[in-house]
C-alpha cells in the first residue's frame, strides 16, 4: 500500500538547521510530487511547499523563501526538506505529504500523507 | 493570494447531520478540498476536487459547492466522527491554501 515514512523527532537550537526525511512506498515516486505541511501546536495547518518527483521542480511558500530546501532522491525514494535558522516560531509537526497536481486543470491536493516528525527549536 | 474562511466550530448530536462551510471568492473558479484530523494524527483526505470522495471513505462524507461556498457534508454523525476538519486549496500560481480548521463536536 502506498506509504510515507518521516523520519524521527528532532530537538535543535534557535539558528540551527534540521533535515526532515520522507520515504515513500508502494508508488511509482516519479510520478507525484511530495508537498510539506506543518502544523504548530495547538495550531492549523500550514503549507510549506512542494517538489516534483519526476524533475526537481519546487514551489515554496513566500513565508519561507530563503529558509528551506526541499530535494528528492529518485534512487531510493525519499524526499527531504530542510529548514534553516530555526527559530522558537518552527516548532512544529512537520508532514510530508504525497501531492497531486495539474497546473492545466487547476488542481493541487494531497491525498497521503506521513505520520509527522516533531520539531522542537528550544534553547 | 487569498484565505478561506471556516466556522471555528460546529456541534452536532449523533446521528444528525454536520455541515461545515469554506468560502472565499476564488471558490467559484477554483477546486476545494477537505482533510479530517483526529488528535494526535495525521490529516486524511476526505474528499477532492468539490465532491469526489477517495476509496475507503465513508459514503455519509459528502462535498458540494455553490458559488463562494463550498460545504462538507457529514451524514449520520458518529462519534468517531469527532475531529477537526480543514478546507484547502490553491491560488493562480498554485500555492496550497487551508483553511482555519473546523472543530466538530459530536454531543
Known amino acids: 500500500q502506498v506509504q510515507l515514512v518521516q523520519s524521527g523527532g528532532e530537538v535543535k537550537k534557535p539558528g540551527a538547521s534540521v533535515k526532515v526525511s520522507c520515504k515513500a512506498s508502494g508508488y511509482s515516486f516519479i510520478s507525484y510530487g511530495i508537498s510539506w505541511v506543518r502544523q504548530a501546536p495547538g495550531q492549523g495547518l500550514e503549507w510549506m511547499g512542494w517538489?516534483?518527483?519526476?524533475?526537481?521542480?519546487?514551489d515554496y511558500a513566500q513565508k519561507l523563501q530563503g529558509r528551506v530546501t526541499m530535494t528528492t532522491d529518485t534512487s531510493t525514494s525519499t524526499a527531504y526538506m530542510e529548514l534553516r535558522s530555526l527559530r522558537s516560531d518552527d516548532t512544529a509537526v512537520y508532514y510530508c505529504a504525497r501531492f497531486i497536481w495539474s497546473g492545466y486543470s487547476s488542481y493541487y491536493y494531497m491525498d497521503v500523507w506521513g505520520k509527522g516528525t516533531a520539531v522542537t527549536v528550544s534553547s | 493570494s487569498y484565505e478561506l474562511t471556516q466556522p471555528p466550530s460546529v456541534s452536532v448530536s449523533p446521528g444528525q447531520t454536520a455541515r461545515i462551510t469554506c468560502s472565499a471568492d476564488a471558490l467559484s473558479k477554483r477546486y476545494a478540498y477537505w482533510y479530517q484530523q483526529k488528535p494526535g494524527q495525521a490529516p486524511v483526505l476526505l474528499i477532492y476536487?468539490?465532491?469526489e470522495r477517495p476509496s475507503g471513505i465513508p459514503e455519509r462524507f459528502s462535498g458540494s459547492s455553490s458559488g463562494t461556498t463550498v460545504t462538507l457534508t457529514i451524514s449520520g454523525v458518529q462519534a468517531e466522527d469527532e475531529a477537526d476538519y480543514y478546507c484547502?486549496?490553491?491560488?493562480?500560481?498554485?500555492?496550497?491554501?487551508f483553511g482555519g480548521g473546523t472543530k466538530l463536536t459530536v454531543l
Open positions: 484547502q486549496s490553491a491560488d493562480s500560481s498554485g500555492n496550497v491554501i
Open positions: 476536487k468539490n465532491n
Open positions: 517538489i516534483s518527483a519526476y524533475n526537481g521542480n519546487t
